[in-house]
Each structure stands twice: as C-alpha cells, then as structure tokens.
C-alpha cells in the first residue's frame, strides 16, 4: 500500500480521534428550548390519557411518570418479550437529545414520538386508530381545531407530544450555576467529585448538556442478573438521583452501587468507599427544577 495513502489515513484518523475526545469534553448548562403552550398542554393531556392506546389500560405516563419523585421514568422495570425487560429512560430532557433509543436509531424528536406512540413495545397504537380516538372524544376534537384549525391528525398529535416534551426540561441545576461560572455552587466535597468524575473518565461518555443520552457504546459483560450484549446509548444523568432502577435492565435500585458498577464494569476502576460518596454527591448536583408545565 502506498506510503503516502497510509499518511493520508493516519491524518484522517487523528482528526476524528482528537474531535471525538475534544467534543466528550463538551458540558453546557440546560437551556429550555423554545415551545408552543397550547399545543404543549394539549400534548400533556395525551400524554396521560390510556384510551390512546388499544387495551386502554396504557398511556405515555405509565412509563414515564411525571410525577412520581419528579423522575420521568418508571419504578418498576418493563417487560417488552419474553425474558426481556428495561428501565425506561427519563423523558426529562429528552428534548435535548438529538438520538433515541437504546441503540440511536432515531436521531429526531419527531420520529422519536411517533416511534413512542406506535411501536410494538411502547403504546402500540396505529396511526388511524390513534387519530380516531383523538376525534371520537368531543374535548379533543374542540382543543386541535382551535389550536391546529383542523380535526387531529397523526401528524398534529406528534407536534402536540413533541412540543409537551419540549416543555419537560429541569433547569437551574446546582451544576448549570457552576458551569456558567458561580463557583460557590458546589460546595468542596462536589467538586471534588466532580474533578474524580473527570479523571477516571466518566466524562468521556457523559458529557453534553445531559451528561449523557447522545453517545452510544458496544456492551458486553454479565451483571449477575444475566448476559447483556448490543449496542446501548449511554444514559443521561441528570436528575439520576431520582431514576431508579438503574443500568438497561434495570438490576440495581441503589445508586452508590450502580456507581461502583459501572466505574469496575465500564471503565474498570475499582472505586474506594471515599470516592463513591464523592461521586455521589456530585451526581446528586445535576437535579435540576420542576418544569413549570408540571406544577
């Protein structure tokens, strides 16, 4: 092969390296990203409502709760096929995201919603028999010719759930003051997590504005619980505090152990009982406020 090519290659490879290590490095404080208001509550209201989906005993909510504990998951894990189950992701600043999914096959917010709504492992709905739900009820019908100026559509009731998930963003947390430059916002002990966090190269994978949920990663090791293998995007961890269980499958409901689990497992670091607690703490700086669509 030619030398020169070879160069050529090397040259090619180190610029990708170096951007990739460059932008891991990436953190930025949550900014709310712009919405509509009344198509954001409309959205709310499907969100929550279990006639949307064919046995009318589900709904978005039921594994992303809103309001339990503030965490945008479930407590329980999912089961999706026989032998399978998950901890579902936060949908708390999944608007962020610009990839969904365990393994990021979606890279829009829309598609990620319409995946949601008719996939065979979330609500499982079909589109005409979603819209006609959505028509059949009189309130419905009313709110999406007053907003959309026409009957709902698959299409409008994707927007109404797209700009409600715009809406589900926690900001202001202790770590965004921080970030923007107040250096009283973590006390000594979370920065000191924070640096750790940094060195043992945690932020290689969690980094972006969620810490997380935009990068994925080639698994495979046995939990304890079972074999797992595949491709899985890295978890965001903001507001990871209140999103038990945790990992894919949801094994671990303790956070300090699913710390040690993951450094060993992940990065293979064996982690002190010092340096948990102070990775935890400073975990426990990226719970962000309430939004106000929740309140």
Not at 77 to 84: E, T
Not at 129 to 155: C, H, M, S, W
Not at 231 to 249: C, D, F, G, H, Q
Request: proline share 4%; net charge neutral.
């Amino acid at each position: 092969m030619p030398r020169a090519f070879l160069q050529v290659v090397s040259c090619i490879l180190l610029f990708f390296c170096v951007h990739s290590f460059a932008a891991s490095h990436v953190l930025a404080p949550i900014t709310p990203p712009k919405f509509d208001e009344q198509k954001a509550l409309l959205g709310k209201e499907l969100f929550f409502d279990t006639e949307l989906s064919p046995s009318g005993t589900l709904s978005c909510e039921k594994c992303h709760n809103l309001y339990w504990n503030l965490s945008g998951t479930s407590k329980k894990n999912v089961k999706i096929s026989v032998g399978s189950q998950v901890s579902p992701p936060t949908a708390l600043n999944s608007a962020l995201n610009f990839i969904f999914f365990k393994n990021g096959e979606i890279k829009d917010l829309e598609e990620q919603v319409k995946r949601s709504l008719t996939g065979e492992n979330q609500l499982g709905s079909e589109p005409k028999f979603l819209t006609r739900k959505v028509n059949q009820n009189p309130v419905y019908k009313q709110k999406f010719l007053e907003i959309y100026g026409e009957d709902a559509t698959f299409e409008n009731i994707t927007d109404a759930l797209v700009n409600f998930e715009k809406a589900l963003v926690t900001p202001n947390a202790k770590f965004d003051k921080f970030i923007e430059g107040d250096a009283n916002a973590l006390n000594e002990d979370e920065k000191h997590g924070f640096e750790l966090f940094k060195k043992i190269g945690c932020i290689n994978c969690h980094s972006g504005v969620n810490l997380g949920a935009n990068l994925y990663y080639e698994l495979k090791f046995d939990s304890g619980e079972g074999s797992q293998a595949g491709r899985y995007k890295v978890p965001s961890l903001r507001n990871i505090e209140k999103t038990a269980p945790y990992l894919y499958s949801g094994e671990i409901a303790d956070l300090k152990e699913a710390i040690k689990f993951v450094a060993k497992k992940r990065i293979n670091y064996n982690l002190s009982d010092e340096q948990t607690q102070a990775l935890y703490k400073f975990l426990l700086t990226l719970s962000g406020e309430k939004p106000e669509i929740l309140k």
